[in-house]
């Protein structure tokens, strides 16, 4: 078997984005009646609003999972309908999971007597991450036809049409009276840009640095027009700015996704070097392993320890105190070992709930490499080798040999030794 590793080391790099701009952008505050309320950094320090450029790495998720749907259904031989159910699966099971446990903890903390503000509080944060699964879904399901799409038109013709919705919603979300809705159109169209670019990788029209030098020198060349416009700086929502290029996804956010997938795949060389470390090639593994289940519980996880630890009444400094500058950041990064291990022993503990990957083998893929049936998975012919000649490896043909079978005794017994 045999993968992609520079996509499992970008899906990697995306949940740890994902998880670490969350822990570090998401204060809960405690008030006065031991509740909590949420609160941002970003508010207080608007400097640190560059470095969500780099925490914010939803485009490379969708990016890995448009490779791994165009890889899985390259090689599928039954119904679509039933690829369909299999890889929905993967999503809706862990999802499953985690509305059935967070459900018991809600109603055991409303008996044990929380404050509304923290129900309401660990309610939200915990369903937040819920809403990747509509447009996931959703491009999943249309991964035939967009496959399709990509080998007859092109990459750019399928992704312009996208980018112009995008660029539509935008416009509406900015003219339009506060108060009125804009269809969630541009949620699906935006996203789909970084899962076409999967699509695209996985079919080989991405193989070359020079189309990847092009998408991060295109996309940077984006980002920085969006920003001389007026496109707020931060990849992610603050509480109390107008607008945000998040909620829903704006074209900076299509531009950084653009740019983060060129630069990943420019840096293939550096990946591969890298997961030939052990610990580097465990750690990946691990993520791309439970990285549904990672995503889904990091919010709940970083809810659960903040209202456990602050039972006490007491604010501890990086968890419950306001972030209103630097020493809550540097307090908060020294909560971040602490929040990994639980977020782990979670994760352990709830993959019954999912797909649990095959233990390692003799055939199955180490290091860097998934040890699961995945989408990037490529099954390999047959081969082995003579080891008794003492020259160049050859490949040898082996036959099956019955005794009770002599034309095939004929057979063997005629094949060069």
Avoid at 215 to 223: D, I, K, R, S
Wanted: glycine fraction near 12%; charge should be positive; charged fraction near 15%.
């Amino acid at each position: 078997m045999s993968r992609d590793r520079t996509v499992d080391a970008l899906r990697a790099y995306a949940i740890g984005g994902v998880v670490l701009g969350h822990w570090l952008v998401t204060g809960l505050v405690l008030t006065g009646d031991g509740g909590l309320r949420q609160a941002s950094p970003l508010t207080a320090l608007p400097a640190l609003a560059p470095v969500t450029w780099v925490l914010q790495t939803l485009g490379l998720f969708f990016f890995a999972a448009g490779f791994g749907s165009a890889r899985s259904l390259a090689r599928h031989r039954g119904t679509s309908a039933g690829w369909l159910a299999r890889r929905s699966r993967r999503l809706l099971l862990p999802t499953v999971a985690l509305l059935g446990t967070g459900a018991a903890v809600l109603l055991a903390a409303t008996v044990a007597g929380a404050s509304d503000d923290t129900l309401a509080v660990g309610l939200h944060l915990a369903a937040s991450p819920l809403w990747f699964l509509a447009p996931l879904l959703l491009l999943v399901a249309l991964s035939g036809p967009l496959r399709a799409a990509v080998r007859r038109w092109g990459l750019t013709r399928c992704a312009l049409p996208a980018v112009a919705v995008v660029a539509a919603s935008d416009l509406a979300v900015r003219l339009l009276p506060d108060g009125v809705a804009v269809p969630p159109v541009g949620v699906l169209a935006a996203w789909s840009v970084p899962y076409l670019l999967g699509v695209a990788y996985a079919d080989g029209r991405l193989a070359g640095r020079r189309a990847a030098g092009l998408l991060a020198g295109g996309g940077a060349v984006a980002l920085a027009v969006l920003v001389a416009v007026g496109y707020p700086i931060s990849a992610v929502g603050v509480p109390g700015a107008g607008v945000s290029n998040l909620n829903p996804p704006s074209l900076l956010a299509v531009a950084l996704a653009v740019t983060q997938v060129g630069l990943g795949l420019l840096a293939r060389t550096g990946w591969e070097r890298l997961l030939d470390r052990p610990l580097a090639g465990r750690v990946v593994t691990a993520v791309n392993s439970d990285a549904v289940r990672i995503y889904l519980w990091h919010q709940p996880v970083l809810v659960a320890v903040t209202a456990l630890t602050a039972r006490g009444g007491l604010a501890l400094p990086g968890l419950q105190t306001t972030p209103d500058g630097p020493g809550w950041v540097l307090a908060r990064f020294c909560w971040l070992p602490l929040l990994a291990t639980v977020l782990v022993t979670v994760v352990r503990g709830g993959r019954g709930s999912g797909s649990t990957p095959r233990p390692a083998g003799p055939g199955r893929p180490r290091g860097g490499a998934l040890a699961d049936r995945s989408a990037e998975c490529v099954p390999r012919a047959a081969q082995v080798y003579d080891h008794r000649r003492s020259d160049r490896a050859d490949l040898q043909e082996v036959i099956a040999v019955r005794d009770s079978d002599p034309p095939s005794r004929g057979r063997a017994d005629g094949q060069p030794r």
